[in-house]
């Protein structure tokens, strides 16, 4: 049996490289909290990475082992999960409330078990009937309805009676003659700041998919492979190898 709580704060290490990754901060389970899928990782310079729970090796009383560097992913926004509901308020179905969570009581698959509560008391998953953002809903026992026959409408009602093709749309030409034209060219994509690497020393003779060097180890990093690096998509691999 796991629980959350010994989770967080736990070391990452990795058993190939030997390095030491980051700790435990966050935790993360799938839309209907029946399983912990991710682990939020930070690392040195605040660096952030997902670990998904089936590339875990060993969790130990210290630490967690994973086999490589290669199983995490940079942090990025999860569709479909929820942050681990820690002191998230419960409910019965009937409109009761029960108490706070504090614990969350896992088997070695990650599958949730139990809720444990700030009262003691002690709640079945298999009760579960819905969770948000920051409340649970259970079951009551003498009263497990089908949450299906709540289904929101799909579609918003259609009024027949307007028709968007009859609306006369009038341009609208401005008086102004200093107006700036609008530009409508491609919006240049959002690049992540990775400026904070400059001037680290990276230990770890990096390669491109061809095998050609990209940066040797020892050197300093400097724009100019910073660049080719993270056109690359090695900038994962620099932040875990430089300092």
Same mark, same amino acid.
Request: charged share 25%.
């Given at each position: 049996?796991?629980?959350?709580?010994?989770?967080?704060? $736990?070391?990452? $290490?990795?058993?190939?490289?030997?390095?030491?990754?980051?700790?435990?901060?966050?935790?993360?389970?799938?839309?209907?909290?029946?399983?912990?899928?991710?682990?939020?990782?930070?690392?040195?310079?605040?660096?952030?990475?997902?670990?998904?729970?089936? =590339?875990?090796?060993?969790?130990?009383?210290?630490?967690?082992?994973?086999? *490589?560097?290669?199983?995490?992913?940079?942090?990025?926004?999860?569709?479909?999960?929820?942050?681990?509901?820690?002191?998230?308020?419960?409910?019965?179905?009937?409109?009761?409330?029960?108490?706070?969570? #504090?614990?969350?009581? $896992?088997?070695? #698959?990650?599958?949730?078990?139990?809720?444990?509560?700030?009262? *003691?008391?002690?709640?079945?998953?298999?009760?579960?009937?819905?969770?948000?953002? *920051?409340?649970?809903?259970?079951?009551?026992?003498?009263?497990?309805?089908? $949450?299906?026959?709540?289904?929101?409408?799909?579609?918003?009602?259609?009024f027949k009676n307007i028709s968007i093709e009859s609306v006369d749309i009038m341009p609208v030409e401005s008086t102004n003659e200093n107006v700036e034209?609008?530009?409508?060219?491609?919006?240049?994509?959002?690049?992540?700041?990775?400026?904070?690497?400059?001037?680290?020393?990276?230990?770890?003779?990096?390669? *491109?998919? =061809?095998?050609?060097?990209?940066?040797?180890?020892?050197?300093?990093?400097?724009?100019?492979?910073?660049?080719?690096?993270?056109?690359?998509? #090695?900038?994962?691999?620099?932040?875990?190898?430089?300092?």
């Amino acid at each position: 049996m796991k629980y959350c709580n010994q989770l967080l704060s $736990l070391s990452v $290490l990795s058993l190939y490289e030997g390095e030491l990754i980051g700790k435990v901060d966050k935790l993360y389970f799938d839309k209907k909290l029946k399983r912990l899928t991710k682990i939020e990782i930070i690392g040195e310079n605040d660096a952030r990475f997902l670990l998904d729970t089936k =590339n875990i090796y060993h969790i130990g009383k210290n630490a967690i082992t994973v086999k *490589n560097n290669q199983c995490l992913s940079f942090k990025v926004e999860e569709v479909g999960l929820n942050l681990a509901p820690i002191n998230s308020k419960v409910y019965s179905i009937n409109g009761e409330y029960l108490g706070l969570v #504090k614990e969350i009581d $896992l088997d070695d #698959k990650f599958f949730t078990q139990k809720f444990s509560l700030d009262n *003691n008391s002690v709640l079945d998953i298999s009760d579960l009937a819905s969770c948000g953002k *920051n409340t649970i809903i259970f079951f009551d026992k003498t009263n497990k309805i089908n $949450l299906q026959k709540f289904t929101p409408t799909k579609s918003p009602k259609q009024f027949k009676n307007i028709s968007i093709e009859s609306v006369d749309i009038m341009p609208v030409e401005s008086t102004n003659e200093n107006v700036e034209p609008v530009d409508n060219s491609p919006q240049k994509p959002i690049i992540n700041n990775s400026d904070f690497l400059l001037g680290r020393i990276c230990y770890k003779d990096i390669f *491109n998919f =061809n095998n050609e060097l990209l940066i040797k180890a020892h050197s300093t990093i400097n724009k100019k492979n910073l660049k080719e690096i993270t056109r690359f998509g #090695k900038l994962r691999e620099l932040i875990m190898f430089s300092r």
